[in-house]
């Protein structure tokens, strides 16, 4: 499990990437760092950015907030964002693991 303040933009940028690698298309840059499912998937999608804004969309919901830390955790594959006003888990459905094999 890795946790990274916000403010640690080049980190939480180089952890977001590892951690979606292979389950889906990861955009990143100074600004934000983006999670999209393949289009033939599970239609879900995940978006940090520097500012501390995140959204996410998963079949049935979608969420935006304000974070000040991001929990990677590959061995539950979840991404906790936490912030003043929120506690909010992204989990990896399980359809898009099978990418890496698991």
Excluded at 14 to 36: K, L, M
Excluded at 61 to 71: F, P, R
Excluded at 74 to 98: H, K
Aim: net charge negative.
């Amino acid at each position: 499990m890795t946790s990274v303040s916000i403010s640690d933009w080049e980190h939480v940028c180089e952890t977001f990437a590892s951690f979606f690698r292979g389950i889906g298309e990861v955009q990143i840059d100074s600004n934000q760092a983006h999670f999209n499912s393949f289009s033939d998937d599970v239609q879900t999608s995940l978006g940090l950015f520097q500012s501390g804004a995140f959204a996410a969309a998963m079949p049935l919901h979608g969420i935006e907030s304000s974070i000040d830390t991001v929990v990677f955790d590959g061995e539950a594959n979840e991404v906790r964002l936490l912030g003043p006003s929120v506690n909010y888990t992204y989990r990896v459905p399980p359809q898009l693991l099978s990418h890496r094999g698991e």
